[in-house]
């Protein structure tokens, strides 16, 4: 099991890199964006740690490149509480799984295990639900082929909805994912989207794709790919 770890913070790297040798796992370090990335292209890794605030290239940049490279080694994201950047940006970015830090070393442990079971298969770089499409490489969403202009936290909220297509889920479920973890404002502003979203996707296609579920919260139509 081969780990490329990209992390600047050299004393974090080397505490993680010893903890994982222990554990039998491989592992190199990069302590920038550029040569993590050119590392992760130039070897065969079961999985990469990326850092999200680094040197040169930032983990975001470098996740994104890979992806654009068609290299879908598992990413595990590490991110900062106060960061610039949220979970659903990791994962819009195509990363697999994140940890915020500080994380635990037993928990860092199980969930690359569990990246590397999955391991990388090529995967589609869109979401379908039934005609509508969403593509988060280039942030684009249509439904029956046309072009549908969508604002970031829209995009944010129907790409939520699109990763858990057929199954309810709960206005706090989708603040916390698609507002951030602290976001303690009113959770009508979830209603306030969802009426957004519908005027674009689903009122001029004379569809009902996004379902109120009384007191439980919303449902997308769940066929597709
Ligand atoms: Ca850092």
């Known amino acids: 099991m081969r780990v490329l770890l990209v992390e600047d913070e050299v004393r974090l790297a080397e505490t993680v890199r010893r903890g994982l040798v222990a554990e039998g796992f491989v ?8 040569a993590g990335l050119h590392a992760a292209e130039d070897a065969p ?6 850092d999200i605030m680094l040197p040169k290239l930032n983990g975001y940049d470098v996740c994104r490149r890979l992806r654009e490279a068609n290299n879908w080694t598992p990413v595990l994201m590490l991110t900062a509480k106060d960061g610039e950047y949220d979970q659903v940006d990791a994962f819009d970015l195509g990363a697999d799984d994140y940890l915020t830090k500080p994380f635990s070393f037993v928990v860092l442990v199980a969930r690359l295990r569990s990246l590397i079971r999955r391991g990388a298969p090529e995967r589609p770089t869109s979401l379908a639900a039934g005609d509508l499409t969403l593509d988060p490489r280039t942030r684009s969403v249509q439904r029956a082929g046309v072009d549908i202009s969508l604002t970031p936290r829209e995009f944010g ?22 507002w951030d973890m602290n976001y303690d404002g009113d959770d009508n502003v979830v209603e306030v989207y969802v009426g ?14 996004i379902e109120t579920v009384r007191g439980a919260g919303y449902r997308l139509e769940g066929s597709g790919g």
């Open 27 to 34: 592992v190199d370090i990069a302590h920038d964006g550029v």
């Open 196 to 209: 957004y979203l519908r005027r674009k996707i689903d009122q001029p296609f004379g569809r009902k794709a």
């Open 45 to 50: 890794y079961d999985v990469v740690v990326l």
């Open 157 to 178: 909220l129907l790409h939520f909805l699109m990763r858990h297509r057929g199954d309810v889920v709960s206005k706090t479920e989708i603040l916390q994912s698609v």
